[in-house]
């Protein structure tokens, strides 16, 4: 099994920075996208950033220039640096990854969340 382990969330005021964290541990091969997702009561559960192993990223139009997305491939873990929040960003922050137990065997894990909340 491959477990994901999330960190950073938290209160801030609105032009507040928080930044996440997310470690992959486990019976892991490879891992090749590693991102957030996000949900707010009453939406769908939308993605914030990913990030594959050879280093592209995307971003939800939101969040682009405020938000940045890092990874560690060696240590299996990824970051979400967030700047200039604004009270839309107030959700459950999942980390997520895609990848392999070994050559023939996927994985796809999600962390438990972590609430961000921006508020005054």
């Known amino acids: 099994q491959v477990h994901l382990v999330e960190s950073g969330g938290g209160l801030v005021q609105p032009g507040g920075s928080l930044r996440l964290s997310c470690a992959a541990t486990?019976?892991?091969?490879?891992?090749?996208?590693m991102g957030w997702y996000r949900q707010s009561p009453g939406k769908q559960r939308e993605l914030v950033a990913r990030?594959?192993?050879?280093?592209?990223?995307k971003y939800v139009d939101s969040v682009k220039g405020r938000f940045t997305i890092s990874r560690d491939n060696a240590k299996n873990t990824v970051q979400l640096q967030m700047n200039s929040l604004k009270p839309e960003d107030t959700a459950v922050y999942y980390c997520?990854?895609?990848?392999?137990?070994?050559?023939?065997?996927?994985?796809?894990?999600w962390g438990q969340g972590t609430q961000v909340t921006v508020s005054s």
């Open positions: 997520h990854a895609q990848g392999y137990y070994d050559v023939m065997s996927e994985f796809d894990a």
């Open positions: 486990g019976s892991i091969f490879s891992i090749n996208a």
């Open positions: 990030m594959s192993s050879g280093g592209s990223t």
